[in-house]
T-cell receptor
Framework: AQSVTQLDSQVPVFEEAPVELRCNYS??????LFWYVQYPNQGLQLLLK??????LVKGINGFEAEFNKSQTSFHLRKPSVHISDTAEYFC????????????FGKGTKLTVNP | DAGITQSPRHKVTETGTPVTLRCHQT?????MYWYRQDPGHGLRLIHY???????DKGEVSDGYSVSRSKTEDFLLTLESATSSQTSVYFC????????????FGNGTRLTVT
Protein backbone atom coordinates (compact mmCIF):
# COMPACT_ATOMS: atom_id res chain seq x y z
CA ALA A 1 0.00 0.00 0.00
CA GLN A 2 1.13 3.50 -0.66
CA SER A 3 1.86 6.08 2.01
CA VAL A 4 2.68 9.78 2.14
CA THR A 5 4.97 11.64 4.52
CA GLN A 6 4.93 15.39 4.83
CA LEU A 7 8.15 16.11 6.62
CA ASP A 8 7.18 19.41 8.23
CA SER A 9 3.98 19.93 10.19
CA GLN A 10 4.50 23.72 10.34
CA VAL A 11 6.50 26.09 8.17
CA PRO A 12 6.73 29.78 9.12
CA VAL A 13 8.16 32.18 6.53
CA PHE A 14 8.29 35.89 5.90
CA GLU A 15 6.37 37.53 3.09
CA GLU A 16 8.20 37.52 -0.28
CA ALA A 17 10.53 34.72 0.84
CA PRO A 18 10.72 31.45 -1.09
CA VAL A 19 9.18 28.33 0.39
CA GLU A 20 9.44 24.59 -0.12
CA LEU A 21 6.97 22.14 1.41
CA ARG A 22 8.30 18.62 1.39
CA CYS A 23 6.45 15.45 0.49
CA ASN A 24 7.79 11.92 0.19
CA TYR A 25 5.81 8.89 -0.81
CA SER A 26 6.21 5.16 -0.58
CA UNK A 27 5.02 2.91 -3.36
CA UNK A 28 6.37 0.03 -5.40
CA UNK A 29 4.32 0.92 -8.47
CA UNK A 30 3.65 3.98 -10.59
CA UNK A 31 2.10 6.85 -8.69
CA UNK A 32 -0.11 9.84 -9.32
CA LEU A 33 0.59 12.80 -7.05
CA PHE A 34 -1.45 15.78 -5.91
CA TRP A 35 -1.15 18.89 -3.78
CA TYR A 36 -4.29 20.34 -2.20
CA VAL A 37 -4.61 23.59 -0.23
CA GLN A 38 -7.02 24.31 2.61
CA TYR A 39 -7.69 27.91 3.63
CA PRO A 40 -9.12 28.52 7.12
CA ASN A 41 -12.68 27.24 7.57
CA GLN A 42 -12.85 25.91 4.03
CA GLY A 43 -12.61 22.60 2.25
CA LEU A 44 -9.59 21.49 0.24
CA GLN A 45 -8.99 22.61 -3.30
CA LEU A 46 -6.61 21.22 -5.90
CA LEU A 47 -3.33 23.14 -6.37
CA LEU A 48 -1.69 20.86 -8.93
CA LYS A 49 -1.29 17.25 -9.98
CA UNK A 50 1.25 14.96 -11.59
CA UNK A 51 -0.06 12.10 -13.68
CA UNK A 52 2.68 11.59 -16.27
CA UNK A 53 4.98 13.49 -18.61
CA UNK A 54 7.02 16.49 -17.51
CA UNK A 55 8.26 16.13 -13.95
CA LEU A 56 7.84 19.85 -13.27
CA VAL A 57 4.21 20.69 -12.71
CA LYS A 58 2.81 24.19 -12.44
CA GLY A 59 -0.31 24.92 -10.44
CA ILE A 60 -2.48 27.80 -9.39
CA ASN A 61 -1.31 30.84 -7.42
CA GLY A 62 2.30 30.54 -8.63
CA PHE A 63 3.01 27.18 -7.02
CA GLU A 64 4.95 24.41 -8.72
CA ALA A 65 6.09 20.93 -7.76
CA GLU A 66 8.72 18.56 -9.06
CA PHE A 67 8.28 14.82 -9.25
CA ASN A 68 11.50 12.99 -8.43
CA LYS A 69 11.13 9.27 -8.93
CA SER A 70 14.57 8.31 -7.64
CA GLN A 71 14.02 10.20 -4.39
CA THR A 72 10.29 9.35 -4.25
CA SER A 73 9.51 12.99 -3.61
CA PHE A 74 7.03 15.60 -4.81
CA HIS A 75 8.04 18.85 -3.13
CA LEU A 76 5.95 21.99 -3.51
CA ARG A 77 7.66 25.33 -4.11
CA LYS A 78 6.88 28.98 -4.55
CA PRO A 79 9.59 31.60 -5.21
CA SER A 80 7.88 34.43 -3.33
CA VAL A 81 4.99 33.93 -0.91
CA HIS A 82 2.21 36.31 0.07
CA ILE A 83 0.25 36.68 3.27
CA SER A 84 -2.70 35.14 1.42
CA ASP A 85 -0.76 31.87 0.99
CA THR A 86 -1.22 31.16 4.69
CA ALA A 87 -3.06 27.85 4.68
CA GLU A 88 -2.63 24.13 5.23
CA TYR A 89 -1.20 22.11 2.36
CA PHE A 90 -1.81 18.43 1.79
CA CYS A 91 0.13 16.06 -0.41
CA UNK A 92 -1.76 13.02 -1.70
CA UNK A 93 -0.87 9.91 -3.67
CA UNK A 94 -2.82 7.39 -5.69
CA UNK A 95 -1.56 4.28 -7.43
CA UNK A 96 -4.68 2.87 -8.97
CA UNK A 97 -6.28 5.84 -10.65
CA UNK A 98 -9.44 5.93 -8.62
CA UNK A 99 -9.98 8.78 -6.19
CA UNK A 100 -11.20 6.30 -3.57
CA UNK A 101 -7.62 5.06 -3.39
CA UNK A 102 -6.19 8.52 -2.70
CA UNK A 103 -4.04 8.66 0.43
CA PHE A 104 -3.43 12.04 2.07
CA GLY A 105 -0.45 13.19 4.08
CA LYS A 106 -0.98 14.75 7.49
CA GLY A 107 -0.62 18.27 6.17
CA THR A 108 1.83 21.18 6.47
CA LYS A 109 0.63 24.45 7.93
CA LEU A 110 2.26 27.35 6.11
CA THR A 111 2.21 30.67 7.96
CA VAL A 112 3.37 33.74 6.08
CA ASN A 113 4.36 36.59 8.35
CA PRO A 114 4.67 40.28 7.35
CA ASP B 1 -16.62 26.67 -6.88
CA ALA B 2 -18.18 23.23 -7.23
CA GLY B 3 -21.76 23.22 -6.00
CA ILE B 4 -21.43 21.25 -2.80
CA THR B 5 -23.45 22.05 0.29
CA GLN B 6 -22.91 20.37 3.61
CA SER B 7 -25.45 20.61 6.41
CA PRO B 8 -25.37 21.36 9.20
CA ARG B 9 -22.11 23.34 9.33
CA HIS B 10 -21.83 22.89 13.09
CA LYS B 11 -23.41 20.40 15.43
CA VAL B 12 -23.04 19.51 19.09
CA THR B 13 -24.57 16.25 20.23
CA GLU B 14 -24.43 13.91 23.17
CA THR B 15 -22.80 10.51 23.33
CA GLY B 16 -25.15 7.77 22.24
CA THR B 17 -27.43 9.88 20.05
CA PRO B 18 -27.82 9.30 16.31
CA VAL B 19 -26.52 11.97 13.96
CA THR B 20 -26.97 12.43 10.23
CA LEU B 21 -24.86 14.73 8.10
CA ARG B 22 -25.97 15.68 4.63
CA CYS B 23 -24.04 16.43 1.47
CA HIS B 24 -25.84 17.90 -1.51
CA GLN B 25 -24.25 18.49 -4.93
CA THR B 26 -25.50 20.28 -8.00
CA UNK B 27 -22.75 19.03 -10.36
CA UNK B 28 -24.30 15.66 -11.23
CA UNK B 29 -20.99 13.95 -10.39
CA UNK B 30 -21.06 10.19 -10.10
CA UNK B 31 -18.69 9.81 -7.15
CA MET B 32 -19.22 11.18 -3.65
CA TYR B 33 -17.04 10.74 -0.59
CA TRP B 34 -17.08 11.34 3.15
CA TYR B 35 -13.81 12.15 4.90
CA ARG B 36 -12.97 13.07 8.45
CA GLN B 37 -10.17 15.48 9.32
CA ASP B 38 -8.39 15.29 12.65
CA PRO B 39 -5.24 17.10 13.82
CA GLY B 40 -2.18 15.00 13.11
CA HIS B 41 -4.10 12.57 10.89
CA GLY B 42 -4.83 14.53 7.75
CA LEU B 43 -7.89 13.34 5.86
CA ARG B 44 -9.16 9.79 6.14
CA LEU B 45 -11.83 8.26 3.93
CA ILE B 46 -14.92 6.98 5.75
CA HIS B 47 -17.19 5.81 2.92
CA TYR B 48 -17.70 6.60 -0.71
CA UNK B 49 -20.36 6.13 -3.35
CA UNK B 50 -19.92 5.40 -7.05
CA UNK B 51 -23.59 5.71 -7.96
CA UNK B 52 -27.10 5.70 -6.58
CA UNK B 53 -27.33 2.95 -3.96
CA UNK B 54 -23.71 1.93 -4.68
CA UNK B 55 -21.45 2.53 -1.72
CA ASP B 56 -18.28 1.08 -0.25
CA LYS B 57 -16.17 1.37 2.88
CA GLY B 58 -13.12 3.49 3.31
CA GLU B 59 -10.24 3.39 5.76
CA VAL B 60 -12.20 4.37 8.90
CA SER B 61 -15.77 3.12 8.34
CA ASP B 62 -16.48 1.56 11.75
CA GLY B 63 -19.35 3.35 13.50
CA TYR B 64 -20.57 5.04 10.31
CA SER B 65 -23.13 4.20 7.66
CA VAL B 66 -24.06 5.99 4.44
CA SER B 67 -26.91 6.14 1.99
CA ARG B 68 -27.35 7.55 -1.48
CA SER B 69 -30.89 7.41 -2.82
CA LYS B 70 -30.40 10.25 -5.32
CA THR B 71 -27.41 11.34 -7.37
CA GLU B 72 -27.27 14.68 -5.61
CA ASP B 73 -27.47 13.57 -1.96
CA PHE B 74 -25.07 11.52 0.15
CA LEU B 75 -25.90 11.03 3.82
CA LEU B 76 -23.49 10.05 6.59
CA THR B 77 -25.03 8.57 9.73
CA LEU B 78 -23.46 7.99 13.10
CA GLU B 79 -25.84 5.46 14.62
CA SER B 80 -24.68 6.09 18.19
CA ALA B 81 -22.21 8.96 18.42
CA THR B 82 -19.06 8.58 20.52
CA SER B 83 -16.53 11.18 21.66
CA SER B 84 -13.96 9.68 19.28
CA GLN B 85 -16.19 10.80 16.40
CA THR B 86 -15.69 14.45 17.30
CA SER B 87 -14.13 15.75 14.10
CA VAL B 88 -14.55 17.89 11.03
CA TYR B 89 -16.34 15.98 8.29
CA PHE B 90 -15.84 16.79 4.62
CA CYS B 91 -17.86 15.71 1.66
CA UNK B 92 -16.15 15.54 -1.71
CA UNK B 93 -17.27 14.79 -5.25
CA UNK B 94 -15.58 13.76 -8.48
CA UNK B 95 -16.57 12.70 -11.97
CA UNK B 96 -14.86 9.37 -11.45
CA UNK B 97 -12.89 9.78 -14.64
CA UNK B 98 -9.26 8.82 -14.58
CA UNK B 99 -7.64 10.73 -11.73
CA UNK B 100 -10.20 13.49 -11.82
CA UNK B 101 -9.69 15.89 -8.90
CA UNK B 102 -11.79 15.90 -5.78
CA UNK B 103 -13.96 18.94 -5.07
CA PHE B 104 -14.67 19.48 -1.40
CA GLY B 105 -17.48 21.05 0.58
CA ASN B 106 -16.76 23.45 3.42
CA GLY B 107 -17.11 20.85 6.14
CA THR B 108 -19.26 20.06 9.16
CA ARG B 109 -17.75 20.48 12.61
CA LEU B 110 -19.22 17.82 14.87
CA THR B 111 -18.68 17.79 18.63
CA VAL B 112 -19.81 14.80 20.66
CA THR B 113 -19.99 15.55 24.38
Amino acid sequence: AQSVTQLDSQVPVFEEAPVELRCNYSSSVSVYLFWYVQYPNQGLQLLLKYLSGSTLVKGINGFEAEFNKSQTSFHLRKPSVHISDTAEYFCAVSTQGGSEKLVFGKGTKLTVNP
Amino acid sequence: DAGITQSPRHKVTETGTPVTLRCHQTENHRYMYWYRQDPGHGLRLIHYSYGVKDTDKGEVSDGYSVSRSKTEDFLLTLESATSSQTSVYFCAISTGQYNSPLHFGNGTRLTVT
